[in-house]
């Protein structure tokens, strides 16, 4: 679950080998900022427990609710997919995912962020990808009270105070114009993403809304709705080609249309399918 994609590996979370913990700082709309650490039971199952580090401030009942929504949304633990897991069993390259509990694929606390990282996954590397991200969480973060080193990822109304010289000067290039415009539409009402967290559009609907954001293409838009819990549509990368050639064509190379059509078999779980081919992911 947790290495099944690369968002562990973008701040504000952080993985410690050794402990086999997540840490995530996040900041709750009272402008309160939490990190929480996500490892396994102590008794060996398959359960996880969390441990909110909240310093000096108080964690009310209503700060707790709110955290534990949010782990609640970034693990998918709600998501039943019992469905996805009998799909599997009829195909030997993802006879694994059931009994491993693979596919819940760990996203951010809120779309805005998801948004923010999957647009610097564009035309980069993942080296540049990470440190672009770096730079926007430990220059505009907000601060942890107690643990200054502990950011958030920057709110919309953080980055839409910003230029657009700002945001490149931290290594944005052309991604700064995007995440800037998306974010002052957010700050002064003309855009509510959140939204789309909830939303009872179909999978082809929600698609076309977030097509409707500047800079965001089908691989964009693909990726933030498999993030929101819609498979349907395959992100299709230099990753996945490399992904579904090793697991289904014996290392040949691979087209975009091949991806598709292949994980068209695990339909209307096909993108999920795709970051549960590795069994040791």
């Avoid at 991604?175 to 967290?197: C, K, M, P, S």
């Amino acid at each position: 679950m947790i290495h099944a994609h690369g968002w562990y590996q973008l701040k504000p979370h952080t993985w410690d080998r050794d402990s086999q913990t997540l840490a995530y700082t996040l900041q709750l709309p009272d402008q309160s900022v939490w990190q929480v650490g996500i490892h396994p039971a102590a008794d060996g199952s398959q359960q996880l427990s969390a441990e909110i580090d909240g310093g000096t401030l108080d964690l009310s009942a209503e700060r707790s609710a709110a955290i534990e929504s949010r782990l609640r949304w970034m693990l998918r633990l709600d998501e039943d997919l019992t469905p996805f897991y009998n799909l599997c069993d009829l195909h030997i390259p993802l006879a694994h995912a059931a009994g491993r509990g693979a596919g819940r694929l760990l996203r951010s606390a809120t779309l805005w962020e998801n948004f923010g990282r999957v647009l610097m996954t564009t035309n980069t590397t993942w080296l540049l990808t990470k440190r672009m991200v770096a730079n926007l969480v430990d220059r505009w973060g907000a601060a942890h009270l107690s643990h200054a080193e502990w950011h958030a990822f920057p709110t919309p109304q953080t980055i839409a105070g910003l230029s657009e010289d700002d945001l490149k000067s931290a290594g944005l290039g052309y991604r700064a114009g995007y995440l800037l415009h998306n974010a002052r539409q957010i700050a002064d009402g003309t855009l509510d993403l959140e939204v789309l967290q909830h939303s009872d559009l179909s999978d082809k609907d929600l698609r076309a809304a977030l097509l409707k954001l500047r800079g965001v293409g089908d691989y964009v838009a693909n990726t933030l709705v498999m993030l929101l819990g819609r498979y349907s549509f395959v992100p299709v990368d230099t990753e996945a080609r490399a992904a579904v050639s090793k697991a289904f064509f014996n290392g040949e190379k691979v087209t975009d249309k091949q991806v598709k059509e292949t994980l068209a078999a695990y339909a209307p779980y096909s993108a999920l399918a795709l970051y549960c081919l590795n069994p040791d992911g």
